[in-house]
């Protein structure tokens, strides 16, 4: 297999509409299934294939199905996490839009596998355009015997729907997804229970994102082990990077797991290079929640190997000089980028979209808020940094669900990698009175 | 029965109980505090996080620690699990992050609260906070407003603690309140001023850990201190009937339900929760509609009431901490035991 492997199909014209994707080859691997393989053995394969998670937390995906309870008699629910709302990410878009019966076909596998009946692509709401796309795949798949009753005789039924959400990042995280998918308010639910025991309406539940199972119908073409010889040690296969900011060539990305960064920004066959000959200054690699690391330490290790692009390589140093593959919302900042401008606006983000179910999330993620406008806006002090640093810790692994630490991380990080610029900040405000007229405090 | 360790002090007890109810069976100091917690009510806790404590050893199978602190209302104890609450300075540290948070928003305005005195953040700051804030911006601001006859809402005091929801739901016919708007934002309100009016609305006021929910037939009345409780019940068609009056001079002022000594509502000898029906509340304030017990043993640690009532702890403010927040100021030893309003030769 070549490193394309999702998108292997996507520059083809029309590939979104059934029989053009059937022509490439589109659900083979569904009939194949269907007709010579056991869901034990789907599930099994994608054991093997490694697959991780790639809705940020880089979880096991075979390890995952595998807690999935099957008490007699109960349904199961298979749900497509589309909420992608972290900012830098937005590869499920891309993914969805061009070619929605890859998704699909995934979804298809994967319910037979874990014996769903039912399954549902929870999708923000802002992507109301891509769900009028998949809803028109959905109709042709149905209209082709491979959704409904007794698909392709194999007496596997299985029921799709499209759920449009209604814009709050916080339903991305999978049990407030199940909560609104419910119709309820998106809280995120205490764990334990697990989704996997107690998931949509108390029944056992696999939540995966959008690439995650459209990864399945690769692994179930090839089979699991040729998937896993693509990548690096435990990051097998390939990932979808969303890559932007000052770089040549932003865009969608699929590499092949283990790629150095340095090719990966360099490189003409991705990001191309910093725009306008500038220099690197830093990058946040997986989505704004994790942490930012500056251009010495996302190309190099601290012991100074090359960082290369892989769930391992990037967590190396851990966060004191590492960061996350996260869900690969790649960002890159060139030399002239402020730090503390950009987390004010990653900090104005979580605050806004904290749930506001538990204290310190509800209250610290505002306060951070405040203290960096407060900042940029010529009047901060160094004691305020201090503070900073203080709320970070103190949500931290102390909330109900990550919010919180995706709150925390950016601006420990920032803190961490960047303390001169704020002491810049604070020590010379009249450098800063350029930016003031831009930065209202947002009131909620 | 597994066994779990709080504070070096170990405890069998039942197969699925909550590290927070292991440490009650044990009692004293090590308990956690829980604002959110309600062990008559299904479903509540995890929201406040102050009752964090943290886990050393995971149980005897898989001895690893767990990586962050952990809700102790929320989480069940396992055999050989080591949890480490006032035994350990970074929990505290964590803790009083907690209080923090929870009091940046709070207007303080405990003069003028009719909870002042039986508040449990009071005593959460006091024990657990530090004396000074840290936040300079300003507090978020509702008005105040009625929500039925009975209830008075302070949304300015109110912790989300979701307890008045849990009771909405599971003592009521249909609840009429919640939370509405997200984060900060968030409050508490009626769907579109709807009147909270239902038998068992009452009890809202008691399971609210804070001044949010008030009696409004109190409203003002007096300050829970120059009250004298008395517990007393009466034979009530709809609930247990017993409850606890609040005295001024001769006059029934206000009638509560009985609480224990972490400020839940007592329980029956049936095990049930003594919820008291609004009639008892709010229509029957004349002695001789009740048989009297005699004096309520108060078990809180209230601040304002601590010269007031028996079986109290000493006050944790030491002169130490007094000294922290005001360094400039003369640094007294007043010995120990200073402030411990049991002792009187102080
Ligand atoms: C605040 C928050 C937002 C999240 N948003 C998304 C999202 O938009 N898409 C997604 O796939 N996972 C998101 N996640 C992760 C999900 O909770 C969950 O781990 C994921 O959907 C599991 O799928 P995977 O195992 O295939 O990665 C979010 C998590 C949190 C805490
Ligand atoms: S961490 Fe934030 S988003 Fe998550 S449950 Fe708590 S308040 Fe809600
Ligand atoms: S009003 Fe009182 S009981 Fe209700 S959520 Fe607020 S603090 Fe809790
Ligand atoms: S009492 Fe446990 S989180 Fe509130």
């Not at chain 1, 190099?300 to 190396?316: D, F, I, Q, V």
């Not at chain 2, 597994?2 to 405890?11: A, Y």
């Not at chain 2, 029906?277 to 209230?302: A, L, M, Y």
């Amino acid at each position: 297999m070549s490193a394309k492997i999702l998108l292997a199909l996507d520059h083809i014209e029309g590939i979104a509409s059934l029989p053009v994707y059937a022509q490439h080859g589109g659900y083979a691997v569904l009939k194949k299934v269907l007709s010579d393989i056991s869901p034990q053995q789907v599930v099994e394969e994608v054991k093997i294939s490694g697959l991780r998670g790639r809705g940020g937390a880089g979880f096991p995906t075979g390890l995952k199905w595998s807690f999935l309870a099957r008490p007699e008699g109960v349904p199961r629910y298979l749900v497509c996490n589309a909420d992608e709302s972290e900012p830098g990410t937005f590869k499920d878009r891309y993914l969805m839009e061009r070619n929605p019966h890859l998704m699909i076909e995934g979804m298809i596998i994967s319910s037979y596998g874990l014996g769903a009946n039912t399954a549902y692509i929870y999708i923000r709401g802002e992507y109301f355009y891509i769900a009028r796309i998949l809803e028109k795949a959905i109709k042709e798949a149905y209209a082709a015997g491979y959704l409904g009753k007794n698909i392709l005789n194999s007496g596997f039924d299985l029921d799709l729907h499209v759920h449009v959400g209604a814009g709050a990042y916080i339903c991305g995280e999978e049990t407030a997804l199940l909560e609104s998918l419910e119709g309820k308010r998106g809280n995120p639910r205490i764990k334990p229970p697990f989704p996997a025991v107690q998931g949509l309406y108390n029944c056992p539940t696999v939540v995966n994102n959008s690439e995650t199972l459209a990864a399945v119908v690769p692994i179930l073409d090839k089979g699991g082990a040729a998937y896993a010889a693509i990548g690096i040690g435990k990051s097998t296969g390939t990932k979808l990077i969303s890559a932007s900011g000052h770089i040549n060539r932003p865009g969608v990305y699929e590499i092949e797991l283990g790629i150095p960064v340095e090719e990966f920004i360099y490189s003409d066959e991705y990001c191309g290079g910093i725009r306008n000959g500038k220099k690197l200054k830093a990058v946040v690699a997986g989505g704004s929640s994790v942490p930012i690391l500056p251009a010495d330490l996302i190309l190099k290790t601290a012991e100074g190997a090359p960082r290369l692009m892989s769930y391992e390589s990037l967590a190396e140093g851990g966060f004191q000089t590492g960061t996350m593959m996260g869900s690969g919302g790649f960002i890159v900042m060139d030399e002239d980028t402020s730090i503390v401008k950009n987390l004010y606006t990653f900090a104005r983000f979580y605050h806004h979209e904290s749930c506001g179910q538990c204290s310190p999330c509800r209250e610290g993620t505002g306060w951070m808020e405040r203290i960096l406008h407060k900042i940029l806006d010529g009047h901060g002090s160094i004691t305020d940094i201090d503070l900073l640093w203080d709320i970070q810790k103190n949500i931290d692994g102390k909330t109900i669900c990550p919010l919180g630490e995706a709150a925390a991380w950016p601006v420990a990080s920032a803190i961490r990698h960047f303390r001169s610029e704020f002491e810049e900040y604070v020590l010379n405000p009249h450098l800063i009175e350029d930016v003031k007229h831009y930065y209202r405090l947002q009131t909620t | 029965m597994p066994k779990v360790t709080i504070d070096d002090i170990s405890i069998e007890v039942p197969e699925g109980t909550t590290i927070l109810e292991a440490a009650r069976m044990i009692g004293g100091d090590i308990v956690p505090p829980a604002m959110c917690y309600y062990s008559h009510l299904q479903g509540t806790g995890g929201y406040c996080r102050t009752c964090i404590v943290q886990v050393t050893q995971g149980s005897e199978k898989d001895p690893r620690p767990m990586p962050k602190p952990v809700a102790s209302c929320r989480t069940t104890v396992m055999d050989g699990m080591v949890v480490k609450n006032t035994t350990s300075p970074e929990l505290l540290e964590a803790r009083a992050g907690v209080v923090e948070f929870l009091l940046i928003n709070h207007p303080l305005d405990c003069p003028v609260c009719d909870q002042a005195g039986e508040c449990h953040l009071q005593d959460l700051g006091y024990d657990h906070g530090k004396l000074e804030t840290r936040s300079e911006f300003p507090r978020r601001e509702f008005e105040p407003i009625d929500i039925g006859p009975h209830i008075k809402l302070h949304m300015n005091r109110c912790i989300l603690c979701y307890r008045c929801v849990k009771v909405a739901d599971q003592l009521t016919d249909g609840r009429c309140h919640g939370v509405i708007s997200r984060g900060e934002a968030s409050e508490i309100s009626t769907y579109i001023e709807q009147a909270i009016d239902n038998d068992f609305s009452g009890n809202m006021i008691d399971v609210c850990p804070v001044g949010a929910l008030t009696d409004r037939t109190f409203r003002f009345k007096s300050r829970v201190w120059y009250t004298k409780p008395v517990d007393a019940h009466r034979d009530c068609p709809t609930c247990s009937g017993k409850v606890r009056l609040w005295f001024q001079g001769d006059d029934v002022i206000r009638v509560t339900s009985r609480k224990d000594e972490y400020g839940e509502v007592t329980t029956g000898p049936e095990g049930n929760p003594e919820w008291i029906c609004n009639t008892c509340r709010f229509d029957t304030k004349s002695v001789h509609d009740w048989e009297i017990e005699g004096p309520s043993h108060i078990q809180r640690q209230s601040v304002i009431s601590a010269n007031h009532y028996e079986s109290l702890k000493a006050l944790k403010v030491t002169t130490e901490r007094m000294y922290d927040a005001n360094p400039h100021g003369t640094k007294v030893d007043l010995g120990e035991g200073a402030l411990d309003p049991n002792n009187e030769s102080k």
